[in-house]
């Protein structure tokens, strides 16, 4: 059996299908670590991080930073589930630059009760979305 040559990927949210189409090639935040896929993948099905998933297409790369979420791989087709995915045009940069300062004083803070999971969670939210605005 021949290996496909292009993989049809999926992207969606709760609220709307974010892209839907054929690539050559697919990266995402896999919950261990980046996940390359390219057609012909084992079949896997994975908790999706925060960060940046990237696409190829007609020799064009697309990035989009997705936060948590599923993404299921079989060996023609990728689909993320994702509970937020946004491109770098629907990102308020200074938004993020403004979340990522916040974070990072509640990460130094000394005060009981400070919640350093979530404030870590922000911070990592508020860096891929900067990566993907400026991109």
Do not use: W
Not at 52 to 61: L, N
Not at 71 to 92: C, F, N, Q
């Amino acid at each position: 059996m021949a290996l496909p040559s292009k993989l049809n990927l999926e992207i969606v949210t709760p609220e709307r299908e974010v892209f839907s189409g054929e690539v050559d090639e697919v990266t995402v935040p896999g919950a261990a670590g980046e996940l390359g896929i390219l057609p012909g993948h084992a079949p896997l099905i994975s908790q999706l991080g925060v960060g940046v998933v990237s696409y190829r297409r007609a020799g064009e790369t697309r990035r989009l930073y997705c936060s948590s979420g599923f993404v299921e791989v079989l060996p023609d087709a990728v689909s993320i589930l994702a509970d937020e995915a946004r491109y770098g045009k629907e990102i308020d940069a200074a938004r993020a630059e403004q979340e990522k300062a916040e974070a990072e004083n509640q990460l130094r803070s000394r005060e009981p009760g400070t919640d350093y999971e979530a404030a870590s969670r922000r911070y990592h939210e508020a860096v891929a979305r900067i990566r993907v605005a400026g991109a």
